[in-house]
Every structure is written in C-alpha cells, then in structure tokens.
C-alpha cells in the first residue's frame, strides 16, 4: 500500500478528483481537509487556504493513480507526493487490497491474515 499526497486549490475540486478514483476502484479510499498554504509560486508569495487530498492505494495501481491526479488536477505543477507507510494494520491492508488491489495482493493479504 502507498499513500498519496497532494493539495489542491478548493475543497470541490479534491472532493471531485476523491470521487472519481475511488468508484473507478483506483484507489481505496481519500481524505480531504483545508488547509493554510505558504509557498512561492512564479517569483510571488502566496498565502492562503488549498485543500489537501491523501489518497490510500494499493502498489499495483500506483501508477495509474498518479496519472489519473495529474489528468485531473488543475495545477500546473501538482504535489504529487508518494509515501510507504512504515507499518500498516494487516486487516487494513487487507481491505485496501480488496477495494483496489491486483488479485496477487489480494491474495497475499488473505494468505497473511491466515496465518495469523
């Protein structure tokens, strides 16, 4: 499993692309909040509220994932961050394997949790 980590300019927008990668079973599931920005952006500082997206899916749609956020973001140069969580609940796991998962991870979470 990987996380995905992104901001985008407004809450519709992150609830949007959410919705879209999660019923086309890109990803297992999203999160979104407001957040405050400071960055620089063409010479200019800008402060202000962004909305962060973090995604969870599987390895095996990570590419996919990625090119999906890009096709629909509306940056010109989008926060795509992807993070390997350290430690991930096995029943979790399980379930984002379910919800996204290529039928190898679907089967090596239910072979792990077998033998627990």
């Known amino acids: 499993m990987r996380l995905i980590y992104t ?3 407004y809450p519709e927008e992150a609830r949007s692309i959410a919705k879209k990668l999660v019923e ?3 990803v297992a599931c999203a999160n979104y909040w407001v957040i405050k ?3 620089i952006f063409e010479d200019t500082f800008k402060e202000r509220d962004e909305t962060a997206l973090l995604l969870r899916v599987a390895v095996s749609r990570l590419n996919e994932a990625r090119t999906r956020l ?8 989008p926060a795509i961050i992807v993070l390997k969580p350290e430690a991930v609940n096995n029943h979790y796991m399980q379930w984002v394997h379910e ?3 290529s039928p190898e991870e679907k089967k090596e979470t239910q072979d792990q949790s077998s033998s627990l």
């Open 7 to 9: 901001t985008c300019p």
């Open 24 to 26: 086309e079973k890109v």
């Open 37 to 39: 920005s400071l960055h």
């Open 70 to 77: 890009r096709e629909m973001h509306s940056y010109s140069v």
């Open 99 to 101: 919800c996204c998962g």
